[in-house]
């Protein structure tokens, strides 16, 4: 019954946050602090990744394409499908959920400990709306990571082809043209936009609502991570079969 009323107060908390909203001049700052924060102080992590992950996955597709008679360019193929519809979207999402949604949910959270979220509520402010609508708005440039990390992870199985003598850069180069179909794109970037959505209020959630000290602000976090990532996985397999399937 616990999580039925969990999931009831997170849709409820949606619907709150967009109710009485904060005045432009205010929520602008606190949109551009959450961009800096959330955003570009996840560009470091997402372009190391995505580019040592992309060129491992070009080694382990080129020494498992062993026969002579299955051509060189599907390395750069199965790298390309790999990289685009499944690692940049998803798993980069569940990394961001250890990263961006623990730093949610402390931040949130030792404002709950501190009573800083009832002070806001004393003066009148839409609590929801001054902290967990900046942080969504901000998410909403998450894509332009998961295309960054695309990139980096294209151009680091590349790397892998030139430096480590599996294939060829033309035969690389032949496989990521090889029947690119763009709907597979936009597929991704859907994807992206939900997991976006889901990072910025499911670590919200479980630091608004807390409660205890400051330990429980840390078992909230790691709380935070887990319903994070199993919605993330579950969103992406009917998002998968849906768009797909």
Known sequence: MSYLNNIGAYFLMIAEMFRKPTKWSVMKNLILKDIDDLVIGSLGIVAFISFFVGGVITIQTALNISNPLIPKYL????????????????FISIIMAGKVGSFITSSIGTMRVTEQIDALEVMGINALNYLVFPKTVALMLYPFIIAIGMFLGLIGGMAACVFGGYTSLEDYIIGLQTDFDTFHMIYAFIKTFIFAFVLATI???HGFYMKGGALEVGKASTTSF??????IILLNYILTDMMLG
């Open 75 to 90: 390395v750069g193929f199965a790298t390309r499908q790999s990289v685009i519809l499944e690692f940049a979207p998803t």
């Open 203 to 205: 670590p919200s959630f």
């Open 226 to 231: 887990v319903w994070t990532a199993v919605v």
